[in-house]
């Protein structure tokens, strides 16, 4: 019989024969280890125990305690072992598909009956005492006709589907869990017992098109959790019950900020307390901008077909976009980005290298086509107002100009309260334009700049755009949660098509090169993660009602107007609520509202010229005097970059 080499993590290879099972060299190192094994990575690749390894490869055999692997077999597993229990429980289920998605899986059923929590919480049951058998995993591979057959027979048509979908040269692997099988491309567990029955939980039940299209069938999709051990499943769940409590869109309606219409999809209907906070958002960063050098300018927001042919978009991203068409046949394009518009802006005059770098900013209403089930409140629009700019360069500028975006995204971010933030390279893609001597120097430019600033990176190859690669800003929140806000992309594609140019020194017009550059990103979206980020109580400067002046009793309203009108003197929103309720009322509403300070006046603060005061979140109450609450408010409201 033939012989292969396999190659061990430490260096060390041994001969096996051809055909050997990964499970079969695990047991000829330990019987520890052979009942240990999860999976294995043969050459790169994720590998069943079960699965013959036919050539000469490295090897490195997966137990539980490999984090990676071991979370994905058990979302995997346990997608199957949810199906199993399902149709154990109602025979007639039809099966579909159960992929593995972030923290858990789906799978899509379908069922004359919904699912009810209730049975839920019956499956879940079923999927333990799955668990508990221990039952064997195993897997083979069948040809296209044998496995048509079976499906057809056991009255499974989405199978057959699947399978007339699946190129001709993949092989089809059949899964048993038990007694129970799944078409699936594995790798799974050896054993049902190896999923930690302690560890998962059922969330929630949606419906669901059949492969995504709204002529097909209506599915149920039911939703899980999984996790290595009970302590992390716990872990997250918390962070669920915490992240319903910091939900924008309930603290939205709380604090009166914002609101969705039908007949606006994914459009902000921003009421005053909202809109000011918008407001103060992009005052803020302008004030960063025009410090960094920056200048702002404004453009079209419907422009001609010929500019996004220009630009690749209408190519390369016209499924995003809204298009129009005139009465006299012209075809127009709502704009999905600035770039195109700061380019007429840079090339409306001739440049010299004396003015680069120039950078062009603009607070600019974008439009982008999101499917609607994609929309979620402020997170997730179809129009929304980007802080973007574009930094025009020469390439001997590049490398200083990357490195003082950087440094001006992070100084912001903290001005916000993210710390902990996280960078991610994305490179080329296979639908890209550029050749690749420009793709290696943005690409350089990039890594240097995040590696002379100490920053740790992870790199996502072949996610940039289709005109440069970029840097994404992920910041963590409060509760852990990451969101990606900032990018940073390196551009030498669209000046050349634009044919923008400038003049160097020797008098000759060379092209420069472009910077892409977003900091809060979609000032919508990052409105939406500041209220989840800060639970609605958002730092004093940054708040639209900083103060609510509150009569205890009548006599008292005098004095709330002469406290009202103090603290707006010293740069301070502040309101008065003179209204006839009592106190305890009024302070549980404008907690409920997310009111930073409430200050409250009775017979004994006009004498004394004082105020009651009381923060968010406090339970207590100190009587100060007027003049140095005025003194300490105004520190307060000032932003972070002017205080």
Known sequence: MAQISLTFPDGNARDFDAGVTPAEVAAGISNSLAKKAISATIDGAHWDLQWPIEADASIAIHTMKDREPAEELVRHDLAHIMARAVQEIWPDVKVTIGPVIKDGWYYDFDRAEPFTPEDLGLIEKKMKEIINKRDPVHTEVWDRERAIAHYEAS???????????????????????????????????????QVPADAFKLMSVAGAYWRGDSDRAMLQRIYGVAFLNKEELKKHLTMLEEAAKRDHRKLGREMDLFHFEEVAPGSVFWHPSGWHIFQTLIAYMRRRQDEAGYIEVNTPDIMDRALWETSGHWFNYM???????????????????????????????????????IKISEFGKVHRYEPSGALHGLLRVRS??????????????????????????????????????????????????????????????????????????????????????????????AIGRDWQCGTLQVDYNLPERFKSTYVDASGEKQAPVMLHRALFGSLERFTGILIEHWEGKLPFWLAPRQVVVASIISDADDYVHEVVAALRAAGIRAEADIRNEKINYKVREHSLGKVPVILACGQREVDERTVSMRRLGEKQTSVQDLNTVLGDLSVEAKAPDVA
């Open 319 to 357: 499924e995003n976009m809204f298009l129009a068409q005139t009465h006299d046949d012209r075809d127009y394009a709502l704009k999905p980005m600035n770039c195109p518009g700061h380019m007429m802006i840079y090339n409306h005059t001739l440049r010299s290298y004396r003015e680069l770098p």
């Open 384 to 477: 929304f107002t980007q802080d973007d700019a574009h930094i025009y360069c020469t390439p001997e500028q590049l490398a200083e100009e990357c490195a003082k975006v950087n440094e001006l995204i992070l100084m912001i971010y903290r001005d916000f309260g993210f710390e902990d933030v996280h960078v991610k390279l994305s490179t080329r893609p296979e639908n890209r334009i550029g050749t690749d001597e420009h793709w290696d120097l943005s690409e350089g430019a990039l890594r240097t700049t995040l590696e002379e600033a100490g920053m740790s990176y992870t790199i996502f190859e072949g996610e940039g755009a289709f005109y440069g690669p970029k840097l994404e800003y992920v910041l963590r929140d």
């Open 155 to 193: 009255g499974e048509p989405y199978k057959v589907e699947l399978i007339e979908s699946i190129p001709g040269d993949e092989p089809l692997r059949m899964y048993w869990h038990g007694d129970w099988q799944d078409l699936c491309r594995g790798p799974h567990l050896q054993h049902t017992g």
